[in-house]
């Protein structure tokens, strides 16, 4: 009888594993990419007057580390590094176009970003660092 029984116990978990579906989880988009506006700056109090043709924004596309986006007055352009594990972040290579404008704060802003060297990021909001310092906060824009 007891082999009987050990034998079923075989048979039924031989069939329960043969059953059981494979689940693949596919891979999820990157929490920091997207489009992000900037809301904040620390050297700026009031960026709709330091920015009157809109503010800046970055575009980041974490599977090709690219960035693109805009300055205030140019469309700018770049690569990036990161690690989710240590939250770091390295803006590098930036360029953008050349069309002239007045009293826009480019230069700031380029050397801003070249000394972010970690983030903080939720759903809606990215925020820029170098070492705890926070240089610029983000609005992910849908």
Request: hydrophobic share 40%.
């Given at each position: 009888?007891?082999l009987k029984y050990s034998f079923a116990v075989m048979i039924i978990l031989a069939l329960t594993a043969c059953s059981t579906k494979?689940?693949?989880?596919?891979?999820?988009?990157?929490?920091?990419?997207?489009?992000?506006?900037?809301?904040?700056?620390?050297?700026?109090?009031?960026?709709?007057?330091?920015?009157?043709?809109?503010?800046?924004?970055?575009?980041?596309?974490?599977?090709?580390?690219?960035?693109?986006?805009?300055?205030?007055?140019?469309?700018?352009?770049?690569?990036?590094?990161?690690?989710?594990?240590?939250?770091?972040?390295?803006?590098?290579?930036?360029?953008?176009?050349?069309?002239?404008?007045?009293?826009?704060?480019?230069?700031?802003?380029?050397?801003?970003?070249?000394?972010?060297?970690?983030?903080?990021?939720?759903?809606?909001?990215?925020?820029?660092?170098?070492?705890?310092?926070?240089?610029?906060?983000?609005?992910?824009?849908?």
């Amino acid at each position: 009888m007891r082999l009987k029984y050990s034998f079923a116990v075989m048979i039924i978990l031989a069939l329960t594993a043969c059953s059981t579906k494979r689940v693949v989880s596919e891979p999820q988009p990157d929490i920091l990419s997207g489009e992000w506006v900037m809301m904040s700056w620390k050297d700026f109090v009031n960026l709709p007057a330091a920015f009157p043709t809109g503010v800046p924004k970055l575009v980041l596309n974490t599977e090709e580390n690219r960035v693109h986006g805009y300055n205030g007055c140019n469309q700018i352009h770049g690569q990036f590094r990161f690690d989710r594990n240590r939250s770091s972040l390295q803006f590098f290579g930036i360029g953008s176009t050349r069309m002239f404008c007045q009293s826009v704060p480019e230069n700031e802003l380029s050397s801003t970003i070249s000394m972010v060297n970690s983030y903080r990021v939720t759903k809606d909001e990215l925020t820029l660092l170098r070492d705890n310092e926070v240089l610029m906060v983000f609005k992910r824009q849908e």
